[in-house]
C-alpha cells in the first residue's frame, strides 16, 4: 500500500501549513467586523486573550506532538493520552472544523474576487456558484499535488497579503498623525460580557495554527519541528491580530458601529490614497483566503486519510495517489462537501456564511483543544515524564477553553448563531453512534490503535 512521503517537509513548510491556516490576513480584511460588532472598541483585548489562551493549548499539542507523529494527530493523540472513543470523536470534530473552515474561507476568497472585479471598474457581477466551482477545482488542485509545494505556496501568498496590510495599516496610523488612540486602551465603555462573547470568534481567527500537527508523517524530525511551529504560529498571528485590530479600530475613529458595517475595512480607512492600493488589498486578501482554503482541505484531508487507514471510515480514503503521495480520495471529499455547502447557500451573502460557518468551526477546535489538554499531561504520565508545568499548563488549557465556550452560549446569541452548539451536538453525537456501531462490527479497529501507536510512542528522553 502506498504511503503518504515521509522525510519530506521542513521547519518552513510545516510552520508554512499552520500560518496558511491561520490566515492571518483574515481577521484585518474581514473577520475584524464580527468581533468588532460585539466587543467594540475592547477588540484588540480579545485577540490579547485569545493568544495567551491558544499559546497555552500550543504547549500541550506540542507536548503530544513530541511524543506521535502520524497523519492523524489529534485523533491519534486522544486516542492514545486518553482513549480510542475519545480519540474517534476528536477526528470526527476535527473533520468538520476543517472542512467548515475552508467553507468560510472559499466564501470569503469569492467576496473578494467580486470586489476585486469591481474595484477594477468592471460591472460584471459573477454568480456565487461559479465563484465556489472555480476556487475549489483550483484548492483541489494545489491539494492533490506535493505536499511541500502547496505548504511553500501557502506561507508565500500569507506574507505577500500580510505585508499589504502592514502597509495599509501605517497610512491610517499616518494619517492620525501616529497619535495614541486613548479610548481604546483605556478600555472606555467596555463591556466584559462582551469581550467574553466575542472570544469564539476570536479563537476562530487562530483556528489552524495546530494544522502543522497533521503533517507529522511527512516532516523531517517532527517530534522537535511540529511543537515549535504549533507554539510559534498563535504568537506571530496574536502580534498582527492585536496591532492591526488597534489601527483599523484608530482609523475608523473609534466608531465601531460603522466598522462592523464595513465589507473591506483596509480599504476603508485609506479611501483618499487611491484607486492602486485598494486593489492591493483586495488580491493581497483574495490570494490570503485562498491559501487558507487550501490549507484547511489538506489537514482535513490527513485527518480523514487516517480515520481511513484505522477502518473509521471507508478505507478507500486511506489510500495515496501513486505520483505525488498525497491522500488524493480524502482530498476530493473535502473539495465536494466545500462546494456543495457553499452551493446551497449561495444565496446568503458571503459574510453571513464566514460567521457562521467560522463560529461552527470554533466549536469543533475548542473541543479538540479542550481534550489536547486533558491528553498531554495524561500522556506524559505514561511515559514518565510528567512534571508540574505540564499539568498546570493542562489545567490552564482546559479552563481557557470552557470559559471560550461558555462566553459564546451566554449571553445568549442572536439566530441563528444561539442554534449552532446544538447543531455541533447532534453532529457530535451522530460520530458517537457511529463510533459504537463500529465497535460491534470491527472490534479490531479500536485495537489496532491502541497497537500501532505502542510505536509510536517515546518513552523518557
Known amino acids: 500500500m502506498s504511503e503518504l512521503r515521509a522525510d519530506r517537509l521542513s521547519f518552513i513548510e510545516a510552520i508554512g501549513q499552520s500560518v496558511a491556516n491561520v490566515s492571518p490576513t483574515l481577521t484585518p480584511a474581514i473577520g475584524i467586523t464580527v ?6 472598541t475592547a477588540s484588540w483585548l480579545v485577540f490579547v486573550l485569545a493568544t495567551i489562551a491558544l499559546v497555552v493549548v500550543g504547549f500541550n499539542i506540542g507536548k503530544l506532538a513530541s511524543k506521535i507523529s502520524a497523519a492523524g ?10 482513549n480510542p472513543a475519545l480519540g474517534m470523536l476528536s477526528g470526527w470534530a476535527m473533520l468538520a472544523a476543517y472542512v467548515t473552515t475552508a467553507i468560510a474561507l472559499t466564501a470569503t476568497t469569492a467576496l473578494f474576487v467580486q470586489s476585486l472585479i469591481t474595484g477594477l471598474g468592471f460591472s460584471l457581477v459573477v454568480p456565487p456558484v461559479v465563484l465556489y466551482a472555480m476556487i475549489s ?4 488542485f494545489f491539494a492533490v499535488r506535493d505536499i511541500r509545494f502547496s505548504s511553500r505556496l501557502g506561507l508565500g501568498l500569507e506574507v505577500v497579503s500580510v505585508a499589504v496590510i502592514a502597509l495599509v495599516c501605517f497610512l491610517s496610523w499616518q494619517a492620525h498623525g501616529f497619535a495614541t488612540d486613548t479610548k481604546q486602551l483605556s478600555l472606555t465603555g467596555v463591556s466584559f460580557s462582551a469581550v467574553g462573547q466575542s472570544i469564539v470568534f476570536g479563537i476562530f481567527s487562530y483556528v489552524g495554527f495546530e494544522s502543522a500537527a497533521t503533517l507529522g508523517k511527512e516532516t523531517r524530525n517532527p517530534k522537535e519541528v511540529i511543537p515549535r511551529a504549533v507554539i510559534l504560529t498563535p504568537i506571530l498571528a496574536g502580534a498582527v491580530f492585536i496591532l492591526t485590530t488597534y489601527f483599523i479600530v484608530q482609523g475608523f475613529g473609534d466608531d465601531t458601529a460603522k466598522l462592523g458595517a464595513s465589507a473591506g475595512p ?7 490614497k487611491g484607486k492602486s492600493l485598494t486593489i492591493l488589498v483586495y488580491i493581497g486578501a483574495a490570494i490570503s483566503m485562498f491559501a487558507c482554503a487550501l490549507a484547511s482541505i489538506n489537514s482535513f484531508s490527513r485527518i480523514l486519510f487516517s480515520l481511513g487507514r484505522y477502518q473509521f471510515v471507508h478505507k478507500t480514503m486511506g489510500s495515496v495517489h501513486a505520483k505525488h503521495q498525497t491522500p488524493h ?9 466545500n462546494f456543495a455547502v457553499c452551493a446551497a447557500f449561495a444565496s446568503h451573502a458571503y459574510t453571513d456564511l464566514l460567521g457562521w460557518f467560522g463560529t461552527l468551526a470554533s466549536y469543533g477546535f475548542i473541543f479538540v483543544y479542550f481534550l489536547c489538554s486533558v491528553a498531554s499531561p495524561a500522556l506524559l504520565r505514561k511515559t514518565g515524564e510528567a512534571t508540574p508545568m505540564v499539568y498546570i499548563m ?3 488549557g482546559c479552563l481557557l477553553m470552557l470559559f471560550s465556550a461558555a462566553g459564546s452560549l451566554y449571553p445568549v446569541p442572536a439566530a441563528p448563531l444561539k442554534y449552532l452548539p446544538y447543531g455541533f451536538a447532534a453532529y457530535m453525537l451522530i460520530g458517537t453512534a457511529w463510533f459504537f456501531i463500529l465497535k460491534g462490527r470491527l472490534p479490531q479497529a479500536a485495537l489496532s490503535i491502541e497497537h500501532d501507536l505502542e510505536g509510536l510512542v517515546m518513552g523518557p528522553k
Not at 477545482?137 to 483541489?140: H, Q
Not at 480524502?330 to 462537501?337: E, K, L, Q, S
Open 73 to 82: 494527530s489529534f485523533f491519534l493523540y486522544i486516542s492514545r493520552g486518553l
Open 266 to 272: 483596509l480599504a476603508d480607512i485609506v479611501p483618499g
Open 329 to 337: 480520495a480524502a482530498v476530493a471529499i473535502g473539495v465536494i462537501i
Open 137 to 140: 477545482v483550483g484548492v483541489y
Open 35 to 40: 468581533v468588532v460588532a460585539t466587543a467594540g
Open 394 to 396: 493542562g489545567a490552564l
